[in-house]
């Protein structure tokens, strides 16, 4: 028996884990690491079941290929020759933009999605780059990059210090928290209550979190921005406003939220006038306030509008970058920020005209560019660590084109959904022979935290580390044939950082010989290597020899002020009415005359389920984490429903049963996703194979700043089956 610590990978909250093996390397025991200053001991029971994960005996532990419908194993050596040839095959024949990646969520879980992602998606040379992104917080990184110059700038609730925090369209008791790393985030909400700060919670359903909360009110899905309008005019009709940053465009706000006075849109959003004026008082009066937004109010069609105003209101009482407020996280690997005027919509998409944002196209339109002939359509696809067939809008359509597609390798442990498209299937290894630092998460942690976790067990022998795998696919992907030596890639990107650190005024490396400061660096692997590089011209002088000496993680202290480090608009002032947001507004004003839909459909998290894979787990499937429609008794008798109701959308239709609840308000259902897994290779998961969400959803629809996907307030009719 040996006891060994790693960070957990499954979700944002990036709990310290305590682990036993036996002397066959397999885990005993995965408990709450209580020395991690962070999570404390923390654990939830989808960190519990990490062993089981990996010990899952339908992971893929060989290279597949398939021709037709057989499947066989293959070599590494194969299955990397056979990428080469499928790859140049349609690179030849109609060129690069003929390829198209899609990267899905464990890549901001794991150091080779962060390290590797990027290169591989320049290596590719196309434009065709879609990410779980454009289903999740593209509307997030769009306001951020308008407002404040820098898609990354997300600031998060103070969660420990606030005394009010107004939650939107997040459930943090199921999710564990998003876009706001918060290891034990429900203890974090209990501690701000029982320092008696308020909390506030608005959501369509009743949800653990509003159950925990002082206060839950029930919201129309798709309107928070109408909400969050009422507050702002509030704000600003009874001059409770107390800016404390250097803005722009305040004038223009006022102008703007004129218009939406409480009353204006309390029928639209459902909230009454007086409690959307209450709120705003209240978030002003508070001490300290934060409002907080997630994924409720990102997959809506007016996702990027909502997340401005949430920082809007957040700048117009005074809690924006201050402690109690907003705030930014200082990561240790951060290393300047991006110094040019953001934008989207640098290129547009094929078919639709869809403004990229950030470098991607929407996931939305990813089978309008598979389908569609002409010039530029996508022949080929890669994907790593996605499931875009259960996750991404109108599923089934994807389903259809990736059959149609000349070639497609998936880097993802499962034979799944999506992966069964593939002519390749490259999987990872299992987490215990993974190396773990959230490069992606740490962003926006409540806390400035560090933590390397070195693989628990030795790689198998043969068998390519998932970093590994995305080099060699880079170095196809340029060009230099399966062949070409993995290394090369990582001494690359070496040498550029260290050559730029040297350059740079002000680096800790300023002036220094970069041959010098390559022999110093520490780590067994390029990964590795490339990670102490970063953390050694980071802000703390962190290097990886002194994270492997502090096995627990190292606390960096609670964040601080930080916005003149972060803003880098043209104007050097945060930008309170960007014009494609005011522009997207007036798109908004004109649905208030619009009747709204008699039902429509949401989204839900279980906290024992991830998206769509962890449903091959024994112990975290079954039980109460059922793919059940949740809807209010009152629409069931209206209705004339029983236990199962015929679901009809725009998109598609689904039979489905019901769970009548009163925690849900009237004219709203709520699936959750990720479901459908009749006919998968993975056992488990084909006895509770429930439906995929992703059905009814649809991809003619987008949030049109961001290009996002809407999953929340589809239009759905149900009748008796
Ligand atoms: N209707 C509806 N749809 C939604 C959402 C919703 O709320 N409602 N939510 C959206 C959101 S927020 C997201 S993030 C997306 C997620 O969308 P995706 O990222 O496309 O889907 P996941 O289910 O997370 O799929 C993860 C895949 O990665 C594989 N995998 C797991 N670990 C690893 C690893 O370490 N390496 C590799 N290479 N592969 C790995 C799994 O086997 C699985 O195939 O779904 C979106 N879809
Ligand atoms: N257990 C578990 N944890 C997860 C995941 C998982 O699948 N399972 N997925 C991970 C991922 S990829 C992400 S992105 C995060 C997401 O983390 P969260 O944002 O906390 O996600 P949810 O738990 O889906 O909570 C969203 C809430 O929004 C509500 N909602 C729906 N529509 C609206 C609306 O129009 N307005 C408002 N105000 N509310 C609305 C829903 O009822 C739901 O309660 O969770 C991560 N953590
Ligand atoms: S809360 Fe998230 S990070 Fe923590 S143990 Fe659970 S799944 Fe892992
Ligand atoms: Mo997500």
């Avoid at 080779?112 to 590719?124: C, F, H, N, T």
């Avoid at 996702?303 to 401005?308: E, F």
């Avoid at 601080?560 to 880098?568: F, I, K, N």
């Avoid at 991809?699 to 759905?716: K, L, R, T, Y």
Wanted: aromatic share 4%; proline share 9%.
């Amino acid at each position: 028996m040996r006891t060994a610590h790693r960070t957990c990978p499954l979700c944002e909250a990036v709990c310290g884990l305590r682990l036993t093996l036996d002397d066959t390397g397999h885990v005993t025991s995965v408990k709450g690491d209580p020395d991690d200053p962070f999570s404390k001991g923390f654990i939830c029971p989808k960190g519990a079941s990490l062993g089981r994960l990996d010990e899952d005996p339908d992971r893929l532990r060989v290279p597949m290929t398939r021709k037709g419908g057989e499947w066989r194993e293959a070599t590494w050596e194969e299955a990397f020759q056979a990428v080469d040839q499928g790859l140049k095959d349609v690179v030849d024949t109609h060129g690069r933009q003929a390829l198209a990646v899609y990267l899905g969520n464990p890549n901001a879980h794991s150091m080779a999605g962060a390290l590797y992602g990027p290169p591989l998606i320049r290596a590719l040379g196309t434009r065709n780059v879609f990410s779980a992104s454009t289903a999740d917080q593209m509307p997030k990184h769009v306001s951020c990059g308008l407002m404040l110059g820098d898609p990354m700038a997300i600031a998060v609730p103070d969660l420990d210090r606030t005394d009010y925090l107004l939650i939107l369209g997040a459930n943090p008791l199921e999710s564990n928290g998003s876009l706001c790393t918060a290891p034990d985030f429900p203890g974090r909400l209990k501690a701000l209550r029982g320092r008696g700060g308020k909390l506030v919670v608005v959501d369509p359903r009743r949800t653990r979190t509003a159950a925990l909360a002082d206060e839950h009110l029930f919201v129309r899905p798709g309107t928070d921005a109408y909400l969050l309008l009422g507050i702002v005019h509030t704000l600003l009709a009874e001059d409770l406003t107390k800016i404390d940053v250097e803005v722009n465009g305040l004038e223009e706000l006022r102008r703007l939220a004129m218009e939406f006075a409480p009353e204006t849109v309390a029928q639209a959003c459902g909230v009454p006038a007086g409690e959307i004026a209450r709120l705003a008082r209240e978030l002003a009066a508070a001490p300290t306030a934060a409002v907080y937004a997630r994924i409720g109010t990102c997959t809506a069609e007016f996702g990027t509008v909502a997340q401005w105003l949430v920082d809007v209101v957040n700048i117009l009482t005074g809690n924006f970058d201050r402690p109690g407020g907003v705030m930014f996280a200082k990561t240790a690997v951060e290393n300047g920020r991006r110094r040019r005027p953001y934008t989207t919509g640098r290129w547009h998409s094929r078919v639709r005209a869809l403004p990229e944002a950030n470098g991607e196209l929407p996931v939305a339109t990813l089978a309008d560019e598979i389908e569609t002939p002409g010039e530029g359509q996508v022949r080929a696809l890669i994907t790593v660590a996605g499931n875009p067939v259960l996750s991404a809008p109108n599923g089934p359509r994807l389903d259809r084109a990736f059959r149609d597609l000349d070639f497609m390798v998936c880097v993802d442990p499962y034979l799944n959904e999506t992966t069964r498209h593939a002519n390749v299937i490259l999987p990872p290894p299992p987490v215990m022979r993974t190396p773990h630092y959230d490069l992606s998460l740490l962003f926006v942690a409540v806390r400035n935290y560090a933590r390397f976790s070195p693989p628990v067990l030795p790689p198998e022998p043969g068998r390519p580390s998932e970093a590994g795998i995305l080099a060699r696919l880079t170095m196809i992907a340029s060009g230099q044939g399966a062949d070409a030596d993995p290394d090369l890639l990582d001494e690359m990107i070496l040498d550029r950082m260290l050559r730029k650190a040297v350059e740079t005024p002000g680096s800790p490396v300023e002036g220094c010989e970069v041959a010098e400061l390559r022999a110093s660096l520490d780590g067994t692997t390029g990964a590795e290597r490339r990670l102490d590089a970063m953390l050694r011209l980071g802000p703390y002088g962190l290097s990886l020899a002194k994270l492997l000496a502090n096995p627990h993680g190292v606390d960096l202290g609670p964040l601080e002020p930080r916005l003149a480090e972060v803003l880098c608009t043209t104007s050097g002032r945060v930008e309170l009415a960007p014009p494609p947001l005011v522009e997207d507004l007036a798109r908004l004003r004109g649905r208030l005359a619009v009747p709204p839909a008699e039902m429509v459909l949401i989204g839900r998290r279980h906290l024992r389920s991830n998206n769509s894979w962890l449903h091959n787990v024994g112990p975290l499937v079954g039980g109460s984490n059922r793919c059940t429609l949740q809807i209010n008794p009152d629409d069931v008798t209206r209705l004339g429903l029983g236990g199962h109701a015929l679901v009809r959308s725009a998109g598609g239709e689904l039979v489905v049963p019901l769970e009548p609840t009163e925690t849900i308000m009237p004219g709203v259902v709520s699936l959750p996703h990720g479901w459908g897994h009749a006919g998968t290779a993975q056992l488990v998961a084909a006895e509770h194979p429930g439906v995929s969400a992703n059905t009814l959803t649809d991809d003619s629809v987008v949030d049109i700043p961001s290009g996002n996907a809407v999953f929340n307030g589809v239009p759905v009719t149900l009748s008796p089956v």
